[in-house]
C-alpha cells in the first residue's frame, strides 16, 4: 500500500536527550520515504558485489567491525547507557553478549551457508543431481526497539551481512545515537557500503515497503502492522515480539525464594525488558503470604549501586505505565506498595486483587509493576499464561516434576522452573 509522509515530517530533526539527567547528546534529520527509497537503492547496487565475495571475504570485514567494536568498547558503551537510561554495567553487560554473538556467526556463518547434495530417491529423477543452496535478501530491513538498540542490531544485521544481504536499520527515534555509531565505524574501516540506517517517524513505514526482508522487534499491535504491509508485497518478515511473561507461584514453592526471584525478574532494568515478568498467578492457598512477601520484597529494592538503573528511557511510557496502574485501581486492584512516577523515574510497584479485565494484565507494561492475580489452581492459571502467551514464563514449585508438567503445557519459548533467569535475558536471545 502507497505511504504518504506527514508534511510536518520533511526537513524536521530529532534531538535526543539523556534520560537520566536531560542533557542533549546529538540531533539527527529525519528520513523521508524518499530518502529511505534513495538508500535501498544503493544498497541494492552494493549487495550484489558483496555477495559475490563469498562467506569467506564477508567474515574478514566482519572480523575487522568486531575488532573495531573491541577498540571503541568504551565510548560505545558510554553512549548507549546515556542515551538508554540504563547503568553503564548493563550497557557493558549486553555490549559484552554483543560481542559473543557476533564471534558465534563469524565462526560458524560459512558451515551454516554451506549447500547440501541430496541423493533422489524416485526413480524419475534418479539420474538427477539434487542440491540445496541459500540465496540471500538483497536488502534486509532491521527495525530496532528503545530498550535494545544495540543487541537488536547486532543480533538481526551481522548474520543478514554473513549471508550476503546489505542490511538497512532503523531504531526508535529516541535511541538511534549507537545505531548511527555502529553504521559510522563500518565506514570508518572502509568497508563496502552495505550497512546504513534510517530513523523518524515515516522512515519505518517506507523501509517496510520497500526492502526486501524485514525483521521487527516491538510491539505485537505494530508487528500485525508489518506483517500486513509485508504480506501485500509477498516480503517475508520476521517478528520478535514483547508480551505479558509471566510467573507462576504453586502452594508448595518456597514463597521466600519466589517473592526473591520475581521481584528480581519485574524490576530490573525497571521492566524494560520483553522477558520481564508482567503477570503472576499465585494459588489461592498462598496467595496472602505471598503477596505479603513480595511487597516486602519490593519494599527493599535497593538495586546493587551501578548494577541496575531506576531511570526509564521513556517518559512517554512512563505515563502509560501510570495509566495502567490507575486503571487497575479504579477497577478494583489493591496498591500494595508504589503506583506513582514522574518524568523517567516510576516507582517499584506491587498490585493485588487484579483481574484479566485490567489493562495491567492484558498490555505490555514495560515498566516497574508486578501485578498479582489469585487462581484457584495451577490448570486455571495455565490457561491465563497461555492467552496470552508471553515469551517467557517461570513456575515456581518445590516439586520439579510437577514443574516439569506444567512447563510442558506452556507455549512461552523460555519456561524455567525455580529459575528467574529466563526473565532477565535481553531481547533476542
Known sequence: MPFTPSPAVRNAWITVSAPGDGRVLGTLPMHTPERVRTLVTGLRAAQIDWRGMGVVGRTRWVTQFRDWLAANRQRLVDLFAAETGKSVAAAMREFRLCLDALDYHRTHGAEFLHGQRLRPHALPTVSSHLAIAYRSCPVVGVVAPWAHPLAV?????????????????????????????????????????????????????????????????????????????????????????????????????????????????????????????????????????????????????????????????????????????????????????????????????????????????????????????????????????????????????????????SAGRIVAARVAVADVSVHLMPAHL
Request: hydrophobic share 45%; glycine share 10%; aromatic share 4%.
Open 153 to 405: 542490531t547486532v543480533f538481526d544485521a551481522i548474520p543478514a551481512l554473513l549471508t550476503g544481504s546489505a542490511v538497512l536499520v532503523k531504531p526508535s527515534s529516541l535511541t538511534p545515537l549507537t545505531v548511527r555509531a555502529l553504521v559510522g565505524g563500518w565506514a570508518e574501516l572502509g568497508a563496502p557500503p552495505v550497512l546504513d540506517f534510517v530513523v523518524g517517524r515515516d522512515a519505518g513505514p517506507a523501509l517496510v515497503d520497500t526492502v526486501d526482508y524485514v525483521h521487527f522487534t516491538g510491539s505485537p499491535e505494530t508487528g500485525k502492522m508489518v506483517a500486513l504491509r509485508t504480506a501485500a508485497r509477498l516480503v517475508p518478515c520476521r517478528l520478535e515480539l514483547g508480551g505479558k511473561s509471566a510467573a507462576l507461584v504453586l502452594a508448595d514453592a518456597d514463597l521466600d525464594r519466589a517473592a526473591a526471584g520475581i521481584a528480581l525478574g519485574g524490576l530490573s532494568d525497571c521492566g524494560q525488558n520483553c522477558h520481564s515478568i508482567e503477570r503472576i498467578f499465585v494459588e489461592s492457598a498462598c496467595y496472602e503470604a505471598f503477596v505479603e512477601r513480595l511487597t516486602a520484597e519490593v519494599a527493599g529494592w535497593t538495586p546493587e549501586p551501578g548494577e541496575y538503573s531506576e531511570v526509564m528511557t521513556s517518559s512517554a511510557h512512563v505515563r502509560r505505565v501510570h495509566e495502567q496502574v490507575r486503571d487497575a485501581r479504579a477497577k478494583g486492584a489493591s496498591l500494595r506498595i508504589g503506583g506513582s512516577g514522574r518524568d523517567h523515574v516510576f516507582e517499584p510497584t506491587v498490585l493485588a486483587d487484579v483481574e484479566p479485565t485490567m489493562s495491567v494484565l492484558t498490555q505490555q507494561t514495560l515498566g516497574p509493576v508486578l501485578p498479582v492475580m489469585r487462581v484457584e489452581s495451577a490448570e486455571a492459571a495455565l490457561a491465563l499464561i497461555n492467552d496470552p502467551c508471553g515469551p517467557a514464563a517461570s513456575i515456581w514449585t518445590s516439586d520439579d516434576s510437577t514443574g516439569r508438567e
